[in-house]
């Protein structure tokens, strides 16, 4: 998965540096992204997946910053942000499970 994920990096610079690129995935993605891009050790990824999942429909976000490195890098500028929602006064909510569904044939 790094290893594919690294090409990506390479193939996203290549082809479009210096454009705001916006890829979408899943938690591994993302946790997988950051070790790279921000250069964690094992530990310290898995110490951010321990303190909470990656929510669905979250932010990851990075800037460039020309002054990281030779030729600029990345900061991280949010993570695992999800906008608020307004709320539906006439939808109903509720935390009880989903109903099980059979198919039928």
């Known amino acids: 998965m790094i290893f594919r994920l690294r090409s990506l990096m390479d193939t996203v610079s290549l082809h479009h540096a210096?454009?705001?690129?916006?890829?979408?995935?899943?938690?591994?993605?993302?946790?997988?992204?950051?070790?790279i891009i921000e250069n964690l050790s094992e530990a310290e990824i898995l110490a951010i997946d321990k303190a909470s999942d990656v929510a669905n429909c979250s932010i990851t976000e990075y800037a460039h910053d020309p002054g990281i490195g030779k030729d600029g890098g990345l900061v991280l500028v949010r993570y695992n942000v999800t906008a608020p929602v307004d709320e539906d006064p006439v939808a109903e909510t509720t935390s009880a499970p989903d109903a099980m569904v059979a198919a039928r044939g």
Not at 19 to 33: E, N, P, T, W
């Open 18 to 35: 210096g454009r705001d690129v916006m890829i979408v995935a899943h938690q591994v993605v993302v946790l997988c992204l950051r070790y």
